[in-house]
């Protein structure tokens, strides 16, 4: 049943108490409804790109475009989900992406080879290069009590800054054929590409992760009441190191999907990164003040933009307005949210 | 000097459950304790008044565990216990309700419940960590039934919910976890008349499930009809002790005040 029909229901049972009653316009109850409306959004989105171009936007390849654009940013914005849960924010995903990218790149150079054994190597260095940085994140948000906002612009500047010093500003470009071939350009029975399918099981896993189980539930509390985490026995501080570390983690994989994708460490390509992802995470619905969120509606929430930007290219709009749209779309987001919490306190 | 007609040593018998003796608490040059003393027998309501400053709040968090007495010795069914955290109270079957109830608000009714304790899935999942979201709920739904908190939509957030609501949440959070006592601090502080008449039943029924109930009150009219006994705190130390029935509200304010004096009761 829906939140709305729940504080109706509260508002007829207790007539003595002041549960506000405002604000009851059609799209104000619409928000209550979970992360429903954004994949109605992205649903008329593509049926409209569909009517106006049926030939070139529905098409096989250009969803497989489309899915392929947002593979990476999906797997960033996964992790971002979690950090936000808990009412923190990660502005370090781009850099640690970049820096994990870099030290993979740099760890299968080392190895030498180009098989899967190579390919390997550089996975579990970047997996742990990300996490390295995601458990410094978490351990100065958690235990240094410093605001998340702080910490991860300062790990912004210094994992790119680190990325630079050990390429002394050279993208490394000697990826393993093995990986671009495999990975990057690979596909699943020779149609769904590999980094589309591992970005949608990283979302599938985390998004069971955190509906269904214990280490999810403990994220969501700690987002709505640190203190009655606490209480409960919740180790919060431990909990929050470890969304950090995962955060990381996923930004590492990421990093990977992203040697395979461009065959580069592409150090310079990231900066916005850390935006997108939040972006795509608040318009899926998960709450920026925490205890709310969805992994599906952060799946949303990354192909709003991807679907704006390729449906305006095809349909000779300037891609310009992609940017305008979601924009726009983010404050619309955020406002809806507000109104949601408004109405239920 | 004697006692004042109407003070008496409680009437109930045995053992107490939970015992507080001579406590001492201080915070830097704060005294906030000065040799407190407190006894909740079992199945009963107690009422532990005082004024503020008294050391009511600095008691309760002394037998829940959050605060260590500098002096004193705290005393489970006769037996002298030592806890170390609010874990440790826990496990002795003591709970508290906090005034800030200390709910998720996001998260619905039961998840607040089990909070902490969740219930896992039979067999592989269940170590996975997976959580039997479906038994939890029954379980919740089960015990908002059985205290008589009315909750219409058992999956809506806590958000959604009235305070009175939120209070019978907490209340029951607290009585499915609690096997000896649960303090309740200022339960009907935020209330209205309807939801306060609700909670003040909610206490009865967890009387009747052979809890004992510590309420903390400043509303005397509360403390006449809900408490069994009456045990008065004033600067940092049991002033006095009533029970119900010959006792009147003069007195307890008087006690409370100091109006009327009281020796240190020798509990």
Same mark, same amino acid.
């Given at each position: 049943?829906?939140?709305?029909?729940?504080?109706? &229901?509260?508002?007829?049972?207790?007539?003595?108490?002041?549960?506000?009653?405002?604000?009851?316009?059609?799209?104000?109850?619409?928000?209550?409804?979970?992360?429903?409306?954004?994949?109605?959004?992205?649903?008329?989105?593509?049926?409209?790109?569909?009517?106006?171009?049926?030939?070139?936007?529905?098409?096989?390849?250009?969803?497989?475009?489309?899915?392929?654009?947002?593979?990476?940013?999906?797997?960033?914005?996964?992790?971002?989900?979690?950090?936000?849960?808990?009412?923190? =924010?990660?502005?370090?995903?781009?850099?640690?992406?970049?820096?994990?990218?870099?030290?993979?790149?740099?760890?299968?150079?080392?190895?030498?080879?180009?098989?899967?054994?190579?390919?390997?190597?550089?996975?579990?260095?970047?997996?742990?290069?990300?996490? $390295?940085?995601?458990?410094?994140?978490?351990?100065?948000?958690?235990?240094?009590?410093?605001? %998340?906002?702080?910490?991860?612009?300062?790990?912004?500047?210094?994992?790119?800054?680190?990325?630079?010093?050990?390429?002394?500003?050279?993208?490394?470009?000697?990826?393993?054929?093995?990986?671009?071939?495999?990975?990057?350009?690979?596909?699943?029975?020779?149609?769904? %590409?590999?980094?589309?399918?591992?970005?949608?099981?990283?979302?599938?896993?985390? +998004?069971?992760?955190?509906?269904?189980? #214990?280490?999810?539930?403990?994220?969501?509390?700690?987002?709505?009441?640190?203190?009655?985490?606490?209480?409960?026995?919740?180790?919060?501080?431990?909990?929050?190191?470890?969304?950090?570390?995962?955060?990381?983690?996923?930004?590492?994989?990421?990093?990977?999907?992203?040697?395979?994708?461009?065959?580069?460490?592409?150090?310079?390509?990231?900066?916005?990164?850390?935006?997108?992802?939040?972006?795509?995470?608040?318009?899926?619905?998960?709450?920026?003040?925490?205890?709310?969120?969805?992994?599906?509606?952060?799946?949303?929430?990354?192909?709003?933009?991807?679907?704006?930007?390729? +449906?305006?290219?095809?349909?000779?709009?300037?891609?310009?307005?992609?940017?305008?749209?979601?924009?726009?779309?983010?404050? $619309?987001?955020?406002?809806?949210?507000?109104?949601?919490?408004?109405?239920?306190? | 000097?004697?006692?004042?007609?109407?003070?008496?040593? &409680?009437?109930?018998?045995?053992?107490?459950?939970?015992?507080?003796?001579?406590?001492?608490?201080?915070?830097?040059?704060?005294?906030?304790?000065?040799?407190?003393?407190?006894?909740?027998? %079992?199945?009963?309501?107690?009422?532990?008044?005082?004024?503020?400053?008294?050391?009511?709040?600095?008691?309760?968090?002394?037998?829940?565990?959050?605060?260590?007495?500098?002096?004193?010795?705290?005393?489970?069914?006769?037996?002298?216990?030592?806890? &170390?955290?609010?874990?440790?109270?826990?496990?002795?079957?003591?709970?508290?309700?906090?005034?800030?109830?200390?709910? &998720?608000?996001?998260?619905?009714?039961?998840?607040?419940?089990?909070?902490? #304790?969740?219930?896992?899935? %039979?067999?592989?999942?269940?170590?996975?960590?997976?959580?039997?979201?479906?038994?939890?709920?029954?379980?919740?739904?089960?015990?908002?039934?059985?205290?008589?908190?009315?909750?219409?939509?058992?999956?809506?957030?806590?958000? $959604?919910?009235?305070?009175?609501?939120?209070?019978?949440?907490?209340?029951?959070?607290?009585?499915?976890? $609690?096997?000896?006592?649960?303090?309740?601090?200022?339960?009907?502080?935020?209330?209205?008349?309807?939801?306060?008449?609700?909670?003040?039943?909610?206490?009865?029924?967890?009387?009747?499930?052979?809890?004992?109930?510590?309420?903390?009150?400043?509303?005397?009219?509360?403390?006449?009809?809900?408490?069994?006994?009456?045990?008065?705190? #004033?600067?940092?130390?049991?002033?006095?002790?009533?029970? #119900?029935?010959?006792?009147?509200?003069?007195? =307890?304010?008087?006690?409370?005040?100091?109006? =009327?004096?009281?020796?240190?009761?020798?509990?």
């Amino acid at each position: 049943m829906s939140r709305t029909d729940a504080t109706l &229901a509260a508002e007829e049972a207790e007539l003595d108490d002041a549960v506000p009653t405002e604000s009851s316009a059609w799209w104000a109850r619409l928000a209550t409804v979970s992360s429903l409306w954004i994949g109605l959004i992205l649903v008329g989105l593509i049926v409209a790109f569909s009517i106006l171009e049926p030939s070139t936007f529905l098409s096989v390849d250009n969803g497989r475009n489309i899915s392929t654009d947002a593979a990476i940013l999906l797997v960033l914005a996964v992790g971002q989900t979690f950090v936000i849960i808990t009412a923190g =924010i990660d502005l370090a995903v781009g850099s640690t992406l970049v820096f994990a990218g870099v030290i993979s790149a740099k760890m299968m150079h080392t190895t030498g080879g180009d098989n899967g054994g190579t390919v390997v190597v550089g996975l579990i260095s970047g997996l742990v290069a990300g996490g $390295a940085w995601g458990l410094l994140n978490g351990f100065l948000v958690a235990k240094a009590k410093i605001t %998340p906002l702080i910490v991860t612009l300062g790990t912004f500047g210094m994992a790119l800054g680190a990325a630079l010093v050990i390429t002394k500003g050279i993208d490394e470009r000697e990826i393993p054929y093995k990986l671009i071939d495999g990975i990057g350009t690979g596909r699943v029975f020779g149609q769904v %590409p590999w980094l589309v399918v591992i970005a949608l099981g990283v979302a599938l896993g985390f +998004g069971i992760l955190l509906a269904q189980t #214990r280490f999810g539930r403990y994220t969501l509390a700690i987002g709505s009441n640190p203190e009655a985490a606490r209480r409960a026995g919740i180790d919060v501080d431990r909990h929050l190191m470890k969304v950090y570390t995962l955060a990381g983690v996923l930004a590492g994989l990421a990093g990977f999907l992203s040697l395979a994708r461009f065959g580069t460490t592409t150090i310079g390509g990231h900066s916005t990164d850390n935006l997108q992802s939040i972006t795509a995470v608040v318009i899926g619905g998960t709450s920026l003040f925490g205890g709310i969120g969805s992994i599906l509606g952060t799946v949303f929430g990354v192909f709003i933009p991807a679907v704006l930007q390729n +449906g305006f290219v095809i349909t000779g709009v300037q891609p310009f307005w992609q940017q305008i749209a979601v924009g726009a779309v983010l404050v $619309a987001a955020v406002y809806l949210d507000q109104l949601r919490r408004s109405r239920n306190r | 000097m004697s006692a004042p007609a109407g003070t008496t040593t &409680a009437g109930v018998g045995g053992v107490p459950l939970l015992e507080a003796r001579g406590v001492v608490k201080s915070f830097g040059r704060v005294r906030a304790l000065r040799g407190a003393s407190f006894t909740v027998f %079992p199945g009963e309501v107690v009422a532990l008044v005082g004024d503020n400053g008294a050391g009511k709040s600095t008691l309760v968090k002394t037998l829940a565990g959050v605060h260590r007495p500098d002096e004193g010795q705290i005393l489970v069914e006769g037996k002298p216990v030592d806890f &170390a955290s609010p874990v440790d109270a826990r496990e002795a079957g003591i709970e508290v309700v906090y005034q800030d109830l200390a709910l &998720a608000s996001e998260l619905e009714p039961a998840s607040n419940l089990y909070l902490g #304790r969740e219930i896992t899935r %039979p067999g592989v999942l269940g170590k996975l960590g997976f959580l039997d979201k479906r038994e939890m709920r029954r379980r919740g739904d089960e015990s908002f039934r059985d205290l008589g908190v009315k909750i219409q939509d058992t999956s809506a957030s806590v958000a $959604a919910m009235s305070g009175g609501q939120r209070q019978g949440i907490a209340v029951a959070r607290a009585v499915m976890w $609690a096997s000896r006592v649960v303090f309740m601090d200022e339960p009907t502080a935020a209330l209205g008349v309807v939801q306060t008449r609700n909670v003040l039943d909610l206490i009865k029924r967890v009387r009747e499930r052979g809890i004992a109930v510590v309420l903390i009150s400043h509303n005397m009219p509360e403390v006449l009809e809900v408490a069994d006994r009456v045990e008065v705190l #004033r600067l940092g130390r049991r002033v006095a002790r009533f029970t #119900r029935g010959d006792v009147t509200m003069e007195q =307890i304010v008087g006690a409370m005040t100091g109006a =009327i004096e009281h020796t240190e009761d020798a509990a």
